[in-house]
Structures are given as structure tokens and as C-alpha cells.
């Protein structure tokens, strides 16, 4: 709490709209809230904002702490702040929790008006390209007519990416770090099994569980335990664990014998215990569904045609769940269309898990980029 | 089945063992059936018989039909027949289920005559190196001293290298096809996410489910989903399935929308349907123990040192669940030995399911090797 260089306690804020929304699957939402935390402060010129998308299980509160809960900071709290990478003392950090979440923002938990009841499995199915426009609308709101850069890893890289291809005008530059222009087979299919795990639960009530005060748990639990394999490389798993026994010695049982049973049940219990599971399965159909370049017969270079914003996307050498030639797939089609590109393949060991962590080369690298950010919006600390 | 390469119509056999079985785990099994198929003829000098160990979901019933069940053909019916590369007309084939299996050996669905109710829960759990003893006392009862060969991909190739540490005087080759010497963290964590779908299923009932006439075949479902994941590589899978949609379009919906959910939902439905829950536990731990080097500080080589047959590794550039590093490991640790061994990394796409595909490299290689131990264990044909 003393780090000089946190942006300290912060405070969520909540925004709500009351213009109808519609949907890329046609539902519309008449109303709903997004909850969002903001961090140093908008300049005069309006141009020294930088949106951070969050990913799967992330949230609104990027950085700092809450001054109740000194303890819970934000997810990427070493990236973020006075004198960090992405510095606070330059720019307007503005951290949302998406549509659909569980943190706050309008979701599945939520009320619905109409009926007095959680909207459970009726709320609706939502992707990226509504997150995006959820998010601009927030920046309406926030007079941000054009972002400095929207920023995210994994699935908030995707955001990034459908923020330089809806809103050209309103993006300078895209920072995409961990990304895939698309799920490959492989992901969506551990995808599928997590949400069949959840679906399957036979506390699960077909979304609306909230009536009967319970949860499919024993499925959140399991979906959590495969993503976190897939957020890991084997690598790090094999340095971090081992073969490792939890009490030096083999049981013949079917228990926690090993050191990352252990590690993996600990994870999905805490995990099941504060996330929603409608909310889960939302998030990974917005990844499944993300495709800019369906829309062009497969030809990600015509997707990206419309994107006027500079990019930095950086991978992770041992990333498997977005391995770099994902990342170099985005890189590829900007060039095709003579966009400016930075792209940087950062020799890791940790896998995906990678952008979120104090990566010192990574770090150097954003730092580097948003060093000349701030200096073509006229960000410089005064 | 007019295949002219075909092993023909086939027959499984019991057999019955009533000296108490000893395993690892301190557990004692009074009596136990092992259900076996052979396929070609002993020779007089009882010189040519060749075991062939099944992996993760496999049986006894490795080539040739079932006279009433054409279709019922063995799971690796593509490499051993008349002029198949494991050439039926020169060595006297064995499969056997191994114990605690759900395809006719006893395993926890058996009826335990000390209760007259099945094992269930209390059927002891088992170890590669106890599969091997009873595969040992299966040769005594046919009369084999020595095996030309000990075969296996994966866990089989597993119980094939136990079968050069544990027995060298009764092994002259070892053939281990996709193979690790121990899983990895993430192996062992794969199988620890399979297992919780299973023993967390409301219908596993602590394993004793069989009186209560459930299965826990949802947890059984996504535990054959994940693993089904692993064996086949990312590649593969983008082939095969790419991000094909069921229906042309996509739904806006949790349920099946692209085609490789269709699959991963079918491979699961049919295995719960077959397939039984406490064996899979069963068989998963056994992965996860093995690790011959572990009595030995770590050290394969001196793991290995018993070691007298000669050795063919293969390995498969795709196989990301145990990749040729991992032969690798093998094959130095035989090395250090002195043993006579032949390494083979096979660039083939299909990942670790590779070993059960004909692949035409893989299957010169196997069949190349076959021709010399046939010369050397006088097996050639008549």
C-alpha cells in the first residue's frame, strides 16, 4: 500500500444507460449499468485517455486497492501507475467491467426490470463487437472522443483489435498483447468442455439457479481448473510443480496426491465460489464467436482494411493457448494494409498467463511504446 | 472383412488366477480373470510370441472382428495381421484388458465374491507395474518364457518399458510408441481435472454407483472431451474441424454451434455409454504414478540399468501430450546403458493419436524392425 508507484485506493463507479441496446444476436437490453474505475487524470485536450480491456475473469479494477480492502489490487496493477509502463501520471486510465459480468456491470445476476427476477438464461448471448460498442458509448458519456490507446491481453487484445476496426477514428493506437484474430479449433473445444461441465451440473436449472439458491459450482470449479492448464505452459507448470507430492509420498487413492491437484482445486474452489456461471459461459462464447475476418470470407487482411490506428502487439514464446504465429497472423494482415506495426515476440516461460505478469523485457517494451504515446498526444507529465 | 490382411474372426478367452495378487499399494486381490485374444501361432520354440499392451481406453480385442459383431474391429487392427508390419504369420500375437478393466478382466464393476457386490470403490487401486506382474503370470499360464517383443503406445508403451526393467530375462525387444517416461505436471494435471468430473458427479456416489443402477456419465463425458483434446494436436484438430459451423450459421446459444463441439459431444456421449467410471480413475492414476526413475533418485539411467532388450522409440513431431522430448529422455537413458536401441521421430500432424493411425512411415519402420526380430527369434514364416 505504500508502493509509490500504485495509483492507491481507488473507487469503482457505476454508469447507466438507459438507450436501448441491440445486439449483434438481435436481443436489445433496454437499460443497464457498467460499473468502471478511472486512474490519473483527462487532460485538457481529452487526448491522453487509454481504455484497458479485461479478459476472462478479470474486471473493472485494473489497478490500486480499495481502501476497505487493502488487499484485493487491481489485475494488472504492475503495469499500471505512477511511473509504471503504462503511467498514470500521463494518462487517463479508464478500467470497465464488460456487459454481461459479474462485478458489478449489468448480467446475468442482475435484475430484470420486466420481471422482478434475475435475467438468468435470458439475457443475452453477447460478443465483442457489442462490448466495444457498450464501451464507446461509455466514452461518449466520459467525453473521450478518441482514445490515446485501448490496451487488453487474450480476449481483452481481441476488444482492442474490434475497437480499430468499428471506431478507426476513435482509436490512435491499439495495444494487443497475447492475441488470436480468432479461436483456433482447439480452443473452442476446451471452451465447449468447460461450458458443458457448467451445463451439465445438475445445479445448473438451465441459467436460472439464482431462485433456488444455488449454483453449478461443481462445473464452474471444473471449467476453471481446465482454463488455468490452458493459461499455463507445460514448462512452468513442470518448475512450478513438478511431480511434487503434497506429503512426500503416493496415497493409491484418488485425492490430492500431487503438488498441482493441490494447486488446481484450490484455484476452481475459489474461483466457483465468487464468479457467476451464466456469466462464464457468456465470455467464452464471445471468444468463440470472435471472427473480424468471417465477415470478409475468411481474409483477415479486407477485416482489417478500415483500421487506422498504430499497433504494438507482443506474444509469448511459450504462449500454446495464443501461440505467437496467432499474434503474427494480426501482424501480417495490418501490414497488408500498410498500417503502423510494432510487434515484439518476448521469449517467456510462462505461457499465456505471460501478460499478466512482471515480465521485465514485456514491460520495457510497453513502457517504450507508451513513452511515445504520451508524446504524440501531448501527455507528458507537466 | 474379406480383408485378406485381416487376422479374420476372433475369440476372446479368460483367464481364471486364484494366487493372491499382491500390489503396490499393500492391497491383496484373492483371485482375478484376465481377458486375453491371440492372434498366429506359437512356434515349437515358443520364441515368437509378441504382447501387445493397451493404452487409456483400449482392451484385449486389438485385431481382427467378433464373428457375430463384424464391425467390432480391433483398436489396432491397422499394424498387426498377415503381412501387417506385427505380421501374424510369423509371430503368435497377444492382447490382453488388463486388470481392473471394464472389457471382461476383473475390475471394479466385477462382483467381489467376498461381498457378492462389486468392487466398486474398494477395488485396489493399481499400478503399471502391477498390470506388468499380471501380464507375467498370463505368459507363465501360456507358457512363454520369453517375449520376442513387449509392445505399446502411450500408458502401453509405459507398461512395455517395465516389462524391460522388471523382467529383462523375458523381454528381447521392447517397441514403446508415443511414450514418456512419467507424465509431466500438466499431463497429471489433465488427469486430475478428468477424475474431479467424475468423483464430483452426484452420480458417482464415492464409486459405489453399481447397486444404484446411475453411472456418473456426465463427469465420464467431459473426462473423454478433455482427454480426446490432448491426443489430437492443434493442427489436426483445425483441419478436421477448423471453425466449420453445424448449421452454416451461429446461434447465439451455448449449445452446439461449430463442428467440433458436435464431435466432442458425440466421442463423450458413446464412451459414458461403454465406458466405466472407476476404471478410468483407475487407469489415469496408474499414468500418474509411473515413474520408474523415482525409486532412483530421479535417475533414469539408473532406472534403466536392468534393462537387456534391445529398444525402438518412436515418437511423433505432433504429439503435444507426450512429445519426442520426452522419448528423448528414454532413449538417452538407454543409451547410458549401452543398451541397443532405435529412435524414430515421425513427422506426422495428427499429435499423440498418431500411434494408432497408418501412418506409412511409422508402419515401415514398425514393420523394418518386426523383419529383424523375426530373423532373430527364428519366427519367419514357415
Given at each position: 500500500?505504500?508502493?509509490?508507484?500504485?495509483?492507491?485506493?481507488?473507487?469503482?463507479?457505476?454508469?447507466?444507460?438507459?438507450?436501448?441496446?441491440?445486439?449483434?444476436?438481435?436481443?436489445?437490453?433496454?437499460?443497464?449499468?457498467?460499473?468502471?474505475?478511472?486512474?490519473?487524470?483527462?487532460?485538457?485536450?481529452?487526448?491522453?485517455?487509454?481504455?484497458?480491456?479485461?479478459?476472462?475473469?478479470?474486471?473493472?479494477?485494473?489497478?490500486?486497492?480499495?481502501?476497505?480492502?487493502?488487499?484485493?489490487?487491481?489485475?494488472?496493477?504492475?503495469?499500471i501507475g505512477p511511473g509504471k509502463p503504462l503511467d498514470t501520471?500521463?494518462?487517463?486510465?479508464?478500467?470497465?467491467?464488460?456487459?454481461?459480468?459479474?462485478?458489478?456491470?449489468?448480467?446475468?445476476?442482475?435484475?430484470?426490470?420486466?420481471?422482478?427476477?434475475?435475467?438468468?438464461?435470458?439475457?443475452?448471448?453477447?460478443?465483442?463487437?457489442?462490448?466495444?460498442?457498450?464501451?464507446?458509448?461509455?466514452?461518449?458519456?466520459?467525453?473521450?472522443?478518441?482514445?490515446?490507446?485501448?490496451?487488453?491481453?487474450?480476449?481483452?487484445?481481441?476488444?482492442?483489435?474490434?475497437?480499430?476496426?468499428?471506431?478507426?477514428?476513435?482509436?490512435?493506437?491499439?495495444?494487443?498483447?497475447?492475441?488470436?484474430?480468432?479461436?483456433?479449433?482447439?480452443?473452442?473445444?476446451?471452451?465447449?468442455?468447460?461450458?458443458?461441465?457448467?451445463?451439465?451440473?445438475?445445479?445448473?436449472?438451465?441459467?436460472?439457479?439464482?431462485?433456488?439458491?444455488?449454483?453449478?459450482?461443481?462445473?464452474?470449479?471444473?471449467?476453471?481448473?481446465?482454463?488455468?492448464?490452458?493459461?499455463?505452459?507445460?514448462?512452468?507448470?513442470?518448475?512450478?510443480?513438478?511431480?511434487?507430492?503434497?506429503?512426500?509420498?503416493?496415497?493409491f487413492h484418488f485425492g490430492v496426491d500431487f503438488e498441482v491437484?493441490?494447486?488446481?482445486?484450490?484455484?476452481?474452489?475459489?474461483?466457483?465460489?465468487?464468479?457467476?456461471?451464466?456469466?462464464?459461459?457468456?465470455?467464452?462464447?464471445?471468444?468463440?464467436?470472435?471472427?473480424?475476418?468471417?465477415?470478409?470470407?475468411?481474409?483477415?487482411?479486407?477485416?482489417?482494411?478500415?483500421?487506422?490506428?498504430?499497433?504494438?502487439?507482443?506474444?509469448?514464446?511459450?504462449?500454446?493457448?495464443?501461440?505467437?504465429?496467432?499474434?503474427?497472423?494480426?501482424?501480417?494482415?495490418?501490414?497488408?494494409?500498410?498500417?503502423?506495426?510494432?510487434?515484439?515476440?518476448?521469449?517467456?516461460?510462462?505461457?499465456?498467463?505471460?501478460?499478466?505478469?512482471?515480465?521485465?523485457?514485456?514491460?520495457?517494451?510497453?513502457?517504450?511504446?507508451?513513452?511515445?504515446?504520451?508524446?504524440?498526444?501531448?501527455?507528458?507529465?507537466?
Open positions: 500500500m505504500s508502493d509509490p508507484r500504485s495509483v492507491g485506493a481507488v473507487r469503482p463507479q457505476t454508469m447507466h444507460f438507459d438507450t436501448p441496446l441491440a445486439f449483434r444476436s438481435g436481443a436489445v437490453l433496454g437499460a443497464y449499468d457498467l460499473m468502471y474505475e478511472t486512474y490519473g487524470t483527462l487532460n485538457a485536450a481529452r487526448s491522453n485517455a487509454v481504455l484497458v480491456c479485461h479478459a476472462l475473469n478479470a474486471s473493472h479494477h485494473v489497478a490500486g486497492y480499495y481502501a476497505d480492502e487493502p488487499d484485493k489490487v487491481g489485475w494488472w496493477d504492475n503495469m501520471d500521463k494518462f487517463f486510465v479508464i478500467g470497465v467491467n464488460n456487459l454481461g459480468g459479474c462485478f458489478g456491470s449489468t448480467g446475468p445476476a442482475s435484475i430484470d426490470p420486466g420481471t422482478g427476477k434475475p435475467y438468468g438464461s435470458r439475457f443475452p448471448v453477447i460478443t465483442v463487437e457489442d462490448w466495444v460498442d457498450t464501451q464507446a458509448r461509455l466514452a461518449d458519456r466520459l467525453g473521450i472522443e478518441c482514445f490515446a490507446a485501448v490496451m487488453g491481453g487474450s480476449l481483452g487484445a481481441m476488444q482492442a483489435l474490434q475497437w480499430a476496426i468499428a471506431y478507426p477514428a476513435r482509436i490512435a493506437n491499439a495495444i494487443a498483447v497475447a492475441a488470436a484474430p480468432k479461436l483456433s479449433a482447439q480452443n473452442i473445444a476446451f471452451n465447449d468442455v468447460a461450458r458443458q461441465a457448467i451445463t451439465t451440473d445438475p445445479d445448473f436449472h438451465g441459467g436460472d439457479f439464482y431462485a433456488r439458491n444455488v449454483a453449478p459450482r461443481r462445473g464452474l470449479r471444473l471449467a476453471r481448473m481446465i482454463g488455468h492448464i490452458t493459461y499455463l505452459s507445460d514448462d512452468a507448470m513442470m518448475v512450478k510443480f513438478g511431480r511434487s507430492l503434497r506429503s512426500g509420498e503416493i496415497h491437484e493441490s494447486y488446481l482445486h484450490h484455484q476452481g474452489d475459489k474461483f466457483s465460489e465468487y464468479f457467476d456461471a451464466n456469466t462464464y459461459l457468456l465470455i467464452t462464447r464471445a471468444l468463440d464467436y470472435f471472427d473480424p475476418a468471417a465477415g470478409c470470407g475468411g481474409d483477415l487482411t479486407r477485416a482489417l482494411a478500415p483500421v487506422r490506428a498504430r499497433f504494438l502487439v507482443a506474444s509469448f514464446t511459450s504462449d500454446w493457448r495464443f501461440a505467437p504465429a496467432r499474434s503474427r497472423e494480426i501482424v501480417k494482415a495490418l501490414l497488408d494494409n500498410r498500417a503502423d506495426v510494432c510487434y515484439a515476440e518476448i521469449d517467456a516461460p510462462h505461457g499465456h498467463d505471460a501478460f499478466l505478469l512482471d515480465d521485465a523485457r514485456y514491460h520495457a517494451l510497453v513502457r517504450a511504446y507508451f513513452e511515445n504515446v504520451a508524446r504524440d498526444v501531448g501527455a507528458a507529465a507537466p
